[in-house]
Each structure stands twice: as structure tokens, then as C-alpha cells.
Nanobody, 121 residues
Framework: QVQLVESGGGLVQAGGSLRLSCAASRSIFIIRTMGWYRQAPGKQRELVATITRDDTTNYAGSVRGRFAVSRDNAKNTVYLQMNGLKPEDTAVYYC???????????????WGQGTQVTVSS
């Protein structure tokens, strides 16, 4: 199994920046696409950004141009640099990793515990 540990959330004023990190437990498993999702109170969890092993990225329209996702495959870590934060970015941010056993195409999703990001106006 793969476990994910997130860090970097907090309280910031509108226009400020935060950087989230998510480290996957070191193991024999292959970490494939990693990404960030968020869930605001009373709303469904939504995609923020994803990144593949070869650094192909995908962003939600609401964060494109403000957020940047990156990863360090040697450390099995994914980052989310958030700039120009807005109050509507307030949510619990979850890290997700798709992993598989060596030589196995079947993937399994692992989720982090979530980290709170609060943007004050």
C-alpha cells in the first residue's frame, strides 16, 4: 500500500501564496499520476491539478495561471504552488496518487488526509 503525507496548508490573505507538499511512502510500488483535489464546505470534491510521471500537467480552469503543480519522482513527492489566492480557494486540499505494482498496469488510488487552506478577504 502507498501512504501519502501532506503539509503546507494554513491561513493566508487574499493575493498571498502557499506551497503544498505531498510525499508518498517509499516502496517498491510505482507512483504514476499524482494530483491535488479540494473540497469546500457543502461542495463536492473537485480536481485542482494533476501531473504525470513525464510531467504532463492538467489544471482546473479556475486555477490555471495561478497554481503550478510539480513533482520530484526521486522523492515520490508532488507540490502545489498557489499564487494569487482568492477567498474562493478556501477548502481542504487532498493529494492523490495512482500507484501500481511493478509490471502491473492495474492502478490503485491513494489519498492523503487533507490539509486546510483558508484565504481571508
Amino acid at each position: 500500500q502507498v501512504q501519502l503525507v501532506e503539509s503546507g496548508g494554513g491561513l493566508v490573505q487574499a493575493g498571498g501564496s502557499l506551497r503544498l507538499s505531498c510525499a508518498a511512502s517509499r516502496s517498491i510500488f510505482i507512483i504514476r499520476t499524482m494530483g491535488w483535489y479540494r473540497q469546500a464546505p457543502g461542495k463536492q470534491r473537485e480536481l485542482v491539478a494533476t501531473i504525470t510521471r513525464d510531467d504532463t500537467t492538467n489544471y482546473a480552469g479556475s486555477v490555471r495561471g495561478r497554481f503550478a503543480v510539480s513533482r520530484d519522482n526521486a522523492k515520490n513527492t508532488v507540490y502545489l504552488q498557489m499564487n494569487g489566492l482568492k477567498p474562493e480557494d478556501t477548502a481542504v486540499y487532498y493529494c492523490k496518487a495512482e500507484w501500481s505494482r511493478p509490471f502491473d498496469l492495474k492502478t490503485t488510488d491513494a489519498w492523503g488526509q487533507g490539509t486546510q487552506v483558508t484565504v481571508s478577504s
